[in-house]
C-alpha cells in the first residue's frame, strides 16, 4: 500500500495523522508513506522527526479577517491554490501512486486531498475537533471517507453519508499510572491533586485565576498542585502568586515553564485545569479525568469551545469560557468539586466513557474496507 498524508498547521492536525501512519506501517510494514506540507509549517519539523518521508510545497491558508495586510495574503492564498500548489501536488501524486490520501486539518488537506480526489485516488478526511474546520466542511462531499472524533462533529457538516466516528487516534497508548505511584513518582505526597496548563497564549484571566486558587489550596492545606506557566509566563506568573498571596510550597508545588511528563503529571491528579484542543480533550478522556475546561477564545471558528461542549454535555467536565473565567469563579468551581468527591468521581467515570482508545485501529478497518484487503497487503 502507498499513501499520502496531508496535515499542517498544528500539532492538533498533525499528530493524528502521525498515529495513523504509525498504525499503518505497524500492521502492514511494506507500506510506503509519504507526507505532504508547507516548508516553514510545524509539520515540517514533526513529520521529519518521526521518520517519514515529507515533500514540501509552498501554500498559504485565506485569512478571513479583512484588512489590506490580508487582502495581499489572499491573492497570495489564492495563486498558491489556484495555479502554483495544484500543479506541483498534481506532479507528486502522479510520481507517488498513492492508493489512498489522507488528510487530517489545515489548509494543506484541502488542496492535496481537492487534486487527489480530481485525479480518482481514494481520499480520507479526519477531523480531530467537535467543530469541523474548513477543510473538512470543504472535503464532506468530496472523500470517499469522512472520519470524526466525535458525534457531536456530524452537527455541523450537510451530509453524513461517508462519516464515521472514530474518536481521536494518539500516536501510542498512554502509560496509565496509578494515582499514589504517579504521585510517588513526582515526589508529593497524598492529598487532592489538581494539574493546571495550557495558559501561555494570552492567558492573564487563567494565570491570576490558578495563582488565586493555589492562595485558596495554601488555606485549606494538604492540596497538591502541579502548573505549567508556559515559556513566556513565568514572571507573570509569579507576580500573580504575590498579589494573592500565596507562598510556593516546595513539597506540595510543582510549577514549570514546561512540563515533560505529561501522562503522568495527568495520572496523578484528581481535577485538570486546561484548554480544550483536541488532543488534550482526547488525553484527558483515555486517561480518565475530570476538568475544568477554559477554551482558547482565539482558536479558529472558536472550535476548542466546541470540544470542551462535547465533555460538558457528557458531563465529564465543566466548560469556562474566557470570558467569564475569574479567580472567584475558578476558587469557586474547583472548592464544590473538592468538597463533593461523588460528584467528581462521576465525573471520571464520563471521561472515561467518553473515550475511543482504538481510533488507530478503527480508522485502518475504513481504510483497508475503503480499499480492498488486495491493496494493503
Request: hydrophobic content about 40%; overall charge positive.
Amino acid at each position: 500500500m502507498k499513501a499520502v498524508f496531508a496535515a499542517g498547521g498544528t500539532a492538533g492536525h498533525i499528530n493524528p495523522a502521525l498515529a495513523i501512519a504509525d498504525k499503518m506501517k505497524s500492521v502492514f510494514p511494506e507500506t510506503e508513506i509519504l507526507f505532504i506540507g508547507t516548508p516553514g509549517g510545524m509539520e515540517a519539523r514533526l513529520v521529519t522527526k518521526a521518520g517519514y518521508n515529507f515533500t514540501a510545497v509552498e501554500m498559504a491558508g485565506f485569512q478571513r479577517k479583512v484588512s489590506v495586510r490580508n487582502i495581499g495574503r489572499n491573492f497570495k492564498a489564492a495563486y498558491c491554490y489556484l495555479i502554483s500548489a495544484k500543479m506541483k501536488v498534481r506532479k507528486i501524486l502522479r510520481e507517488f501512486k498513492p492508493d489512498v490520501a489522507i488528510g487530517t486539518g489545515g489548509y494543506v488537506t484541502g488542496t492535496v486531498l481537492g487534486q487527489a480526489a480530481a485525479m480518482g485516488i481514494k481520499t480520507v478526511t479526519h477531523e480531530s475537533n467537535s467543530y469541523p474546520g474548513m477543510a473538512t466542511k470543504m472535503l464532506a462531499k468530496k472523500a470517499d471517507k469522512v472520519l470524526l472524533a466525535t458525534e457531536d462533529a456530524k452537527k455541523h457538516l450537510n451530509t453524513d453519508e461517508r462519516c464515521v466516528v472514530t474518536g481521536n487516534p494518539l500516536r501510542s497508548n498512554i502509560p496509565i499510572e496509578e494515582r499514589e505511584s504517579a504521585r510517588k513518582r513526582l515526589g508529593l505526597p497524598e492529598g487532592f491533586t489538581v494539574l493546571s496548563f495550557g495558559g501561555s497564549l494570552g492567558a492573564n484571566r487563567i494565570t491570576e485565576a490558578v495563582a488565586e486558587l493555589i492562595a485558596w489550596e495554601g488555606k485549606k492545606g494538604g492540596i497538591n498542585h502541579i502548573h505549567s506557566y508556559g515559556g513566556k509566563g513565568k514572571e507573570l506568573f509569579y507576580g500573580a502568586l504575590e498579589s494573592s498571596g500565596a507562598a510556593e510550597d516546595k513539597t506540595r508545588h510543582i510549577f514549570k515553564d514546561y512540563i515533560d511528563n505529561m501522562y503522568t503529571c495527568m495520572c496523578a491528579a484528581d481535577l485538570i485545569i486546561s484548554r480544550a484542543g483536541a488532543m488534550t480533550v482526547t488525553e484527558l478522556t483515555a486517561i480518565g479525568r475530570p476538568a475544568i475546561l477554559v477554551p482558547y477564545p482565539n482558536a479558529t471558528e472558536n472550535h476548542q469551545y466546541y470540544n470542551a461542549l462535547t465533555l460538558s454535555n457528557a458531563h465529564a467536565a465543566i466548560l469556562i469560557e474566557d470570558k467569564d473565567l475569574t479567580r472567584a469563579r475558578l476558587v469557586d468551581e474547583v472548592s464544590k468539586l473538592y468538597t463533593d468527591r461523588q460528584r467528581l468521581e462521576l465525573m471520571e467515570e464520563n471521561a472515561e466513557k467518553s473515550a475511543r482508545n482504538n481510533a488507530a485501529d478503527v480508522i485502518l478497518k475504513e481504510i483497508i474496507e475503503l480499499l480492498g484487503e488486495d491493496k494493503v497487503i
